[in-house]
């Protein structure tokens, strides 16, 4: 077992280097247009400037991965991207399938997480009044106040991303998740299940 495990590990990181998660920020445009709405309107909100400023590193560390895990399991849950023995060919392995599919939709969500962050400090240094905020939060917006909001914001925007990938159709999600084979593979996969007779 110990000597199958680099091989196994290489041919992840293949599949997911192929599968290319940048992608998937451009491919979903409804999440993505859900991600940067909401951030965009809760970065100028009073009562996430004060939960920005009180709360914890620990809180919102635990706050942001809570996020990205719910809409990394919002998407592989909502758009069955969950690969069943039954959908591959023999000899494939669905672990490493499905493993594929998690760590390249986390990839894509942290990317996509990363650009948000980053619209966000732009928008505070744009429309963030340091005396308005100071009169809502108590403090007067330093350096890492700003990285707190956005960070905040970001993880609060990430969440209804999970819900607006609901709107995305399951062929536009496969196509920003998967390669041109497993594409092919997911779409009969979902041929498949259509046809099958219920129990």
Same mark, same amino acid.
């Given at each position: 077992?110990?000597?199958?495990?680099?091989?196994?590990?290489?041919?992840?990181?293949?599949?997911v280097?192929?599968?290319?998660?940048?992608?998937?920020?451009?491919?979903?445009?409804?999440?993505?247009?859900?991600?940067?709405?909401?951030?965009?309107?809760?970065?100028?909100?009073s009562t996430?400037?004060?939960?920005? *400023? $009180?709360?914890? +590193? %620990?809180? #919102?560390?635990v706050?942001?991965?809570? =996020?990205? !895990?719910?809409? /990394?399991?919002? &998407? @592989?849950?909502?758009?069955?991207?969950?690969?069943?023995?039954?959908?591959?060919?023999?000899?494939?392995?669905?672990?490493?399938?499905? *493993? $594929?599919?998690? +760590? %390249?939709? #986390?990839?894509?969500?942290?990317?996509? =997480?990363? !650009?948000?962050? /980053?619209?966000? &400090? @732009?928008?505070?240094?744009?429309?963030?009044?340091?005396?308005?905020?100071?009169?809502?939060?108590?403090?007067?917006?330093?350096?890492?106040d700003?990285?707190?909001?956005?960070? #905040?914001?970001?993880?609060?925007?990430?969440?209804?991303?999970?819900?607006?990938?609901?709107?995305?159709?399951?062929?536009?999600?496969?196509?920003?998740?998967?390669?041109?084979?497993?594409?092919?593979?997911?779409?009969?996969?979902?041929?498949?299940?259509?046809?099958?007779?219920?129990?």
């Amino acid at each position: 077992m110990t000597p199958r495990r680099p091989g196994r590990l290489r041919r992840l990181a293949g599949m997911v280097l192929v599968n290319r998660p940048w992608r998937l920020v451009l491919g979903m445009r409804s999440a993505l247009a859900a991600v940067l709405a909401t951030s965009a309107y809760l970065v100028i909100t009073s009562t996430v400037w004060q939960l920005a *400023a $009180s709360l914890s +590193v %620990t809180k #919102l560390v635990v706050t942001m991965v809570a =996020a990205i !895990a719910m809409m /990394v399991a919002w &998407i @592989v849950g909502a758009h069955h991207l969950w690969w069943r023995r039954d959908d591959l060919p023999e000899g494939e392995e669905p672990a490493l399938w499905n *493993a $594929s599919t998690v +760590v %390249t939709v #986390l990839l894509g969500v942290l990317t996509m =997480a990363v !650009a948000v962050f /980053v619209f966000n &400090i @732009v928008t505070m240094v744009f429309f963030l009044e340091p005396p308005v905020y100071s009169s809502d939060a108590g403090t007067w917006p330093g350096f890492l106040d700003h990285v707190r909001l956005a960070w #905040l914001a970001t993880a609060f925007a990430t969440v209804a991303g999970a819900v607006g990938s609901g709107l995305d159709s399951d062929a536009a999600v496969e196509a920003a998740t998967y390669d041109g084979e497993q594409q092919r593979r997911a779409r009969e996969a979902d041929h498949h299940s259509a046809g099958a007779s219920p129990h």
